[in-house]
């Protein structure tokens, strides 16, 4: 029992870990690992930036050099399968071996090709005791972004948006109108720097003008995405400013030349836009995308089933008339206050 408890402790600090890398890993998952010694942690480390160590190595490596010696009798937890692959690292499951660690435990599998599976194999035909499994759901919810990108060949994708207290999105005449509070933006650039690109329709481009940046949290700016079937945008908009690149997706050509470090991506709107939109991202290595409105946006993904997850304010603000919100097919996996708004989270489990 007491073991158990420490085993769970253990994983919990590999997911704490691993989140300290969002936002700089993709395309490669958020990884976190802990070295444990008779119950005692011993080392530490995650997957800091795409291109650099693994977690396992950052792990290794944080290990004082006189307990250099207790690794081949150490346990080492992670919260992904190791990798059994050279990538632009050699593979984890090499280094375990040239350690001797005897033991190994594993939250998830790794849906990567030429993983899957195989790193559990390698270590276990070289009589590594692996377990599997340990806190899966939590281990597979911080590598579901990774794991829908590398078996499905598409961003993991996230509604997001603010709804009224009587379940309104925007007023009916166009005009601009803030529904959350102050803690819900703030939350909203802490999302952004962790995710790859943001999206937005045509209108909501025009009647809002946003910005699209991460400018109240630190950290990266995402790739901003605008979706206009004419293409038809003014190029004074916000989101052309150079903060960061700006891909339009349109049917027709954009009437005048894009600014900045804007490109245009041509698709033909029709039934499969949504489906052909997101394997040209994934082409492009975008493995999250948040989809920020407005109505017909959100619809176009719901209809299509191509969603993950949605994050929806629900606001203390009432609005009549309106435009009704867009109606999320499933009920809240989980609630949380943020001062007057509420923040329901919804899961797509197809
Ligand atoms: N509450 C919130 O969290 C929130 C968030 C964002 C936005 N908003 C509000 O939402 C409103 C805008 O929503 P919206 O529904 O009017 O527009 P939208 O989703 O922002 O944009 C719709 C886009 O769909 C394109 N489109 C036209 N025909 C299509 C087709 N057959 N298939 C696919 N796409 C097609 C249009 O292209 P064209 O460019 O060619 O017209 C248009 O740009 C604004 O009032 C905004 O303030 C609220």
Redesign the pocket.
Known sequence: MFLLMQEYIFMKRCFSLARLGAGRTSPNPMVGAVLAYEGRIIGEGFHRAYGEAHAEVNAVNSVAPENQGLLPYSTLYVSLEPCNIYGKTPPCTSLILEKKIPRVIVSCLDHTPGVNGAGIERLRAAGVDVSVGLLEAEGQALSRPRNTFVSAHRPYVIL????SANGM???PD????W??NAFSKRLVHKWRSEIDAIL?????????NPQLTNRHWFGKMPVRIV???????PPGLALFGPEAPTLLV?ELPPGRALKNSAGWLPLP?NDG?IGSLLGELARRNITTLFV???????E?FLESGYWDEARV?VTGTHLYPG?P?PQIPVEPKSGFRLGSDQLLVFENRR
């Open positions: 997001k948006f603010a709804q999105f925007a007023p166009g005009r601009q109108l529904l959350s937005v329709g045509g209108n909501t481009a025009r009647i809002d979706l206009s079937r004419s293409g038809k945008l349109s709107f836009l920020e409105g407005g109505i017909r946006t959100l176009l304010f435009r919100a």
